[in-house]
């Protein structure tokens, strides 16, 4: 199971998510708001920003519970941007 290390809020309605694999992926949400109660919440910037992860990496909500699961992020929603780190390339203390 996939776990979520890291989270930014970047402009424009974009996460940068740091997954525990080493894997990086800037995620659009602009797709993901619409004109619903739960969603149109997001279109709002100060609230786009109070974005967090659950506390076991298993996710990320908003205030309103509207949530993502770690797996649909990493295996289904396309990235604008995408690294991967592996082991190789990062730094370690001996």
Not at 7 to 20: A, E, P, Q
Not at 51 to 78: A, E, K, M, T
Request: aromatic share 12%.
């Amino acid at each position: 199971m996939i776990k979520i290390q890291k989270l930014t809020v970047l402009d424009d309605k974009l996460l940068r998510i740091s997954f525990d694999d080493g894997t990086v992926k800037t995620i659009d949400f602009n797709s993901f708001i619409g004109s619903d109660s739960l969603t149109s919440l997001l279109s709002d910037p100060a609230y786009f920003q109070q974005v967090q992860i659950y506390p076991n990496g298993r996710g990320i909500f908003w205030p309103n519970s509207y949530d993502f699961c770690p797996d649909y992020l990493y295996g289904h929603v396309p990235a604008i941007r995408q690294q991967v780190t592996t082991s190789e390339t990062q730094p370690h203390s001996v």
